[in-house]
T-cell receptor, first 114, second 111 residues
Framework: GAVVSQHPSWVICKSGTSVKIECRSLDFQATTMFWYRQFPKQSLMLMATSNEGSKATYEQGVEKDKFLINHASLTLSTLTVTSAHPEDSSFYIC??????????FGPGTRLLVL | QKEVEQNSGPLSVPEGAIASLNCTYSDRGSQSFFWYRQYSGKSPELIMSIYSNGDKEDGRFTAQLNKASQYVSLLIRDSQPSDSATYLCAVPIYNFNKFYFGSGTKLNVKP
């Protein structure tokens, strides 16, 4: 199956700093990538949809200036959590949509903001 | 009404039994359906997809689709403790630019 990677797999940072998470589709081109957040024992929450070469579409309630998304190529999307605070601590998961219209998930990034 | 609904469970079955996971969706125009498995602390992984009415089998997994009833299910035969996870049903919309996920059904397979 298609492989999606994320880097880093976990990160600990101080409050007020920015954190960048990379999502790569390794063996296919993804015109669309998705960013999700998941808190413990809760459902996946879609944050934004990222299309290559265009601005991301954010879900209601997600601050676009706080969660910056860049999808500069068909294999790479990045999510930057700006001025992170403890309430931003979560499990961030990206996914990529293949040409066969299937969504494949990355392994996720655990963010802990102290 | 949510776009995709699943019973949150937990669903407990003994090892070796058949586990039946169900999902209903609201958009009658939906054409594609996906099942994902998510182990605790991990990201979802694709199990299988189904597009046509009827059954689709892949190893111990069988997906069943009934578009008239807007119902898709996943059967797991010979359930193993390693199948214990949360199973997510997903339905794409808007030309696959968005996927609606159910809240997931937690399955416990007891040895």
């Amino acid at each position: 199956g298609a492989v999606v990677s994320q880097h880093p797999s976990w990160v600990i940072c101080k409050s007020g700093t920015s954190v960048k998470i990379e999502c790569r589709s390794l063996d296919f081109q993804a015109t669309t990538m998705f960013w999700y957040r998941q808190f413990p024992k809760q459902s996946l929450m879609l944050m934004a949809t990222s299309n290559e070469g265009s601005k991301a579409t954010y879900e209601q309630g997600v601050e676009k200036d706080k969660f910056l998304i860049n999808h500069a190529s068909l294999t790479l999307s990045t999510l930057t959590v700006t001025s992170a605070h403890p309430e931003d601590s979560s499990f961030y998961i990206c996914s990529a949509r293949s040409a066969q219209e299937t969504q494949y998930f990355g392994p996720g990034t655990r963010l802990l903001v102290l | 009404q949510k776009e995709v609904e699943q019973n949150s469970g937990p669903l407990s079955v003994p090892e070796g039994a058949i586990a039946s996971l169900n999902c209903t969706y609201s958009d009658r125009g939906s054409q594609s359906f996906f099942w994902y498995r998510q182990y605790s602390g991990k990201s979802p992984e694709l199990i299988m997809s189904i597009y046509s009415n009827g059954d689709k089998e892949d190893g111990r997994f069988t997906a069943q689709l009934n578009k008239a009833s807007q119902y898709v299910s996943l059967l797991i035969r010979d359930s193993q403790p390693s199948d214990s996870a949360t199973y997510l049903c997903a339905v794409p919309i808007y030309n696959f630019n968005k996927f609606y996920f159910g809240s997931g059904t937690k399955l416990n397979v007891k040895p």
